[in-house]
Each structure stands twice: as C-alpha cells, then as structure tokens.
C-alpha cells in the first residue's frame, strides 16, 4: 500500500511540474542604444540578463543631462520615461503586438495601473513634467519576463502609447525623447531530463 501511495504521488509530482518545464526562458543576449538627444545622454544597464520561471530580466535605463541649463522632461504615467513595451520594430502599427515592461515605478505612481504582462492598462492622461538639472541623472528599473515574450528575435524598446510618448524642451519648442534601444533575445536552451 505504501508503495502504490509513492508511486501516485510521484506521477501527481510530476504532472505539476511538466506545465512549469514546458514555459520557455529566454536570455537578453545584447543591447544596444542610439541616440542623438541634444543635451540629453541615455544608457541603458542589464541588470538580469536571464527571463526565466523564477525571475524577469532586468533593464535600468539612465537620462543625463549633459547641457549647461536644466531640461524639461514630460511623460505620462511615470516619469522620466513613461510605460514602455518591447516590439517587433521601432514604427508597430496598432495591431502589433507589444509586450509591455514592467516597472516598480508603476506601483509607487497613482497615474497609472499595469496589469501583469501587460494585459490591462489604465493612464491618467496629465502629464508628468519636471526639469532635470545640468549634470543630473535618473535612472528607472524595467523588467521582463519570460512567458510574456512571444519568440526570441530582435525587440525595440518604444513608448507603449505613441500618443504619450516622452518630449523634452530647453525652451519653448517640446522635442520627441527619440532613441534607438535594441535587445537581442535569445531563447535558453534547457537540460533534458
């Protein structure tokens, strides 16, 4: 009797386990960032490069302010860089697909709400807007993970709502906060049984 108890709980043990082995993982294999922000010097650090079961791949992206005078920053939801998602290109149209980062900053603001993935969103449509001084950097933690990427491959980093997108201003004129963040994602390749 003990025996046929073992076996059963073993089978059960590992049934369970088969859906969490079955979820693929993936790795940020490289970044890259181009930018031509007058004033302005964006970086970005990977801090997790692994998209597994147990945790996201990590992101901090850094803006400095490189100029001798402070520069405006407008975002929404959260500042300075917004709600951003990952894309199959720089320029998706609509119905493309977008995978949207998470970010501990979403969770501290009131503008803003994220459901897991992405899967709900709600913006409160006022803008952010606060000067970064000369020689001041901010830096935000944006994570990523594995199930809610639909294939390893070449994703960009874009501003999850065109129409909210980041500017910045010295003076009067609001500039797009254009830059170029590329990731290679690599799918992990895992130990068979």
């Known amino acids: 009797m003990k025996r046929r108890t073992f076996v059963t709980a073993s089978t059960l043990s590992v049934a369970g386990l088969s859906g969490c082995l079955g979820d693929t993982e993936y790795r940020i294999a490289s970044t890259a960032v181009e930018t031509s922000l007058e004033g302005l010097s964006l970086s970005v650090d990977l801090a997790v490069a692994d998209a597994t ?4 791949a990590a992101l901090t992206l850094s803006l400095e302010n490189t100029a001798d005078d402070p520069i405006r920053i407008r975002s929404y939801g959260v500042w300075p860089f917004g709600v ?4 199959p290109s720089l320029t998706p149209g609509e119905d493309t697909w977008k995978t949207t980062l998470f970010s501990p900053s979403y969770e501290a603001s009131t503008r803003i709400e994220v459901g897991r993935g992405g899967s709900s969103l709600s913006l409160d449509g006022t803008p952010i807007t606060r000067p970064l001084d000369a020689g001041e950097s901010v830096s935000r933690r944006y994570e990523l993970r594995g199930d809610d990427l639909s294939g390893a491959g070449t994703k960009y980093v874009i501003d999850r709502f065109e129409r909210k997108a980041t500017r910045y201003a010295t003076g009067d004129d609001w500039n797009a906060l254009d830059y170029r963040l590329r990731l290679s994602i690599d799918e992990k390749r895992r130990l068979p049984f």
């Open 53 to 56: 079961i147990e945790h996201p």
């Open 84 to 87: 951003l998602a990952l894309a």
